[in-house]
């Protein structure tokens, strides 16, 4: 059996991708999801990847969650912190829900999830984190105070948690995508997406698979030298 990795958000978008190419790589992968059990079912079915249901924003949801899947499949050396939403707004007209509900999913997960498999990691002497970030959290965007803050802050994070890990055989990187071919991008309307596509040099959305083939690099045994990183994957939009 090979290393076990865990892909929160993993049954749709980036997640899927991630979670595929994980176990195309020879991983035994769990994938977290937090509502769509539809989606969540038919992931598996098309997968063979086991789902498990919790809400990432929630502490002790997590703590429970994680027990369950090392319990199930056996202490986790891979984590992959995916899971995200969107409440756009802008300032003025932003409720503190739609702020909080962002920094809680998007943010505060990656400490309930690292808080959960780092003694283990640490005791282990090896593990590999890797937290999904976003262009917007390095160069902002209009109507994202609260997205590009948690995004932000998931930098900040990796970088911090990486110095506690390093002589423990743990890196922890970031990837930042770009704007990528995901349900919500396609989302958009095409006038609109169209002039976001104008302003990436390479002349395209990316693909999940791109933000994948990323995170198989970063976790690899090979990898472990490269830590505290953001690997920015966005073709070209801002480079950082």
């Not at 202490?75 to 503190?96: C, Q, S, W, Y």
Request: net charge negative.
């Amino acid at each position: 059996m090979g290393r076990v990795a865990l892909v929160t958000g993993g049954t749709r978008g980036i997640g899927e991708a991630i979670s595929v190419a994980l176990k195309d790589a020879g991983y035994t992968v769990a994938a977290n999801f937090g509502g769509n059990e539809e989606a969540a079912k038919a992931f598996t079915e098309r997968t063979g990847i086991p789902a498990y249901k919790f809400d990432v924003g929630d502490f002790d949801a997590v703590q429970a969650g994680i027990a369950k899947i090392e319990e199930e499949i056996g202490p986790i050396e891979v984590l992959v912190n995916n899971a995200g939403i969107t409440r756009d707004g802008t300032m003025h007209k932003m409720n503190f829900e739609k702020w909080d509900k962002i920094i809680q999913t998007n943010l505060a997960s990656c400490f309930n999830a690292c808080h959960a498999v780092i003694s283990g990691m640490r005791e282990r002497g090896f593990g590999r984190i890797v937290n999904i970030g976003s262009v917007n959290g390095q160069a902002g965007q209009y109507g994202q105070v609260n997205y590009a803050a948690a995004k932000s802050g998931i930098h900040g994070f990796t970088k911090a948690l990486a110095l506690e890990g390093a002589t423990k055989g743990i890196t922890v990187n970031a990837v930042a995508p770009g704007y990528v071919a995901t349900d919500m991008v396609r989302a958009v309307p095409e006038d609109i997406l169209a002039k976001i596509i104008k302003t990436i040099p390479v002349g395209r959305l990316g693909e999940p698979e791109d933000i994948a083939r990323s995170v198989l690099f970063l976790i690899a045994d090979d990898a472990s030298f490269i830590t505290g990183s953001t690997l920015s994957v966005n073709g070209g939009q801002h480079m950082y």
